[in-house]
């Protein structure tokens, strides 16, 4: 299944009118009564998450009776929806502010992320910068930046690089307490390591062949099914570091995503401790 040009067209003006609407208009605009807590402190939702999801779900509904949506807030007050979307023939799963604690304070990294699944495997993935009104897009063969009046610009992943000048986001806090002490004393190993608080710009880097590879314990649909579309589309390689493809029914383990095969082989071989986790 693959979805026509009208309908991945639809999909885009979707989210781009969503994020006039609700998204820019709130940020820097929130007041403290607009922002609530979820599973801890910093875990936030926003009416911007809020407004935007209703607005893209309600769309999304119209235009594909038959799917299965998903979007994160629904999932937060339903979780056996994640499952449902799993096993769809065809589900389109919202992240409708990417980054809601950057959002929240004030800095611009967030963004939209739109994926659509066939029985859990991505089959398109959009990641779009509000501020900047521009997206990445993986819908056929290839992923491309897109703008609203530009060419569409052909990416591709890195090239391969010895583990000493690899770069990469590895989301350290949002690992099993268990594997961070020896999580950190590998991070010397490579060039950098740090993360963005935001799925969609750091997916959005390595398509774009800026970074090397992403490594996420949290497995949330919305956090990743577009941007592991987007990079394998890119020339990428993404999967469960003990080797299984990657699914968006799939709940613990973790997830490493790479700009090569190679490159995904040489930060394994790094990580034994995880494939025991």
Sequence with gaps: ?????????????????AAKAEILPRFRNLAASDIRSKTKPDDLVTEADLAAEARITAALRDAFPDAMILGEEAASADPTLRAQAAEAELALIIDPVDGTWNFANGLATFGVILAATRFGVPIFGMLYDVVMDDWVLAAGDGTVMATPDQPARALATAPVKPLEHLTGFIHLYLMEKSVQGQMAAALPRFNRTFMLRCSCHEYRLLAQGAVDFCLSGMLNPWDHAAGVHAVTQAGGVARMIDGRDYHTGITTGYLLTAASEEVWQTVAAELPFLRRA
């Design 1 to 17: 299944m693959t979805l026509t040009q009208a309908q991945q067209d639809l999909l885009i003006e979707t989210v781009r009118s």
